[in-house]
C-alpha cells in the first residue's frame, strides 16, 4: 500500500523544538520531491517547506526561514521538517505530499500523494 505518514508532531512551550518525520512505504522518496504543508483552524493551507528529489533544491516560506529546516534519509526512506524556536502561530496541523519543488516553492497535482497530518501545538 502506497502511503505517507507523518509523526513527531505534539505540544511545545514557545522557542521550544520539534522534528517532524514524514515516512514512505509502498514506494521510495528517492524519485520524488516532498514538500511540507500546515493549515490552521480557519485558515488555508500554506506550504512551509519542500525538497527536491535531487535535494539540489529547497524552499522555505518566509515566515520559517532561519527556524526550519528540511532534510532527507535516502536510507530510512524519509524526510524530515526540524522546527526551532517554535511559535504560537506555528501551531496547526501539519501535512507532507510529494511535489515538484522549485526555489520559489512547489507543485502538486491530485496524482501526488498526502500524509494524514500531524498535529503542532506550540503554548505555555
Known amino acids: 500500500q502506497v502511503q505517507l505518514v507523518e509523526s513527531g508532531g505534539g505540544l511545545v512551550q514557545p522557542g521550544g523544538s520539534l522534528r517532524l518525520s514524514c515516512a514512505a512505504s509502498g514506494f521510495t522518496l528517492d524519485y520524488y520531491g516532498i514538500g511540507w504543508f500546515r493549515q490552521a483552524p480557519g485558515k488555508e493551507r500554506e506550504g512551509v517547506s519542500c525538497?527536491?528529489?535531487?535535494?539540489?533544491?529547497?524552499y522555505y516560506a518566509d515566515s520559517v526561514k532561519g527556524r526550519f529546516t528540511i532534510s532527507r534519509d535516502h536510507a530510512k526512506n524519509t524526510v524530515y521538517l526540524q522546527m526551532n524556536s517554535l511559535k504560537a502561530q506555528d501551531t496547526a496541523v501539519y501535512y507532507c505530499a510529494t511535489v515538484r519543488c522549485y526555489n520559489t516553492g512547489s507543485y502538486h497535482n491530485i496524482y501526488d500523494y498526502w500524509g494524514q497530518g500531524t498535529q503542532v501545538t506550540v503554548s505555555s
Open positions: 525538497i527536491s528529489s535531487s535535494n539540489s533544491t529547497t
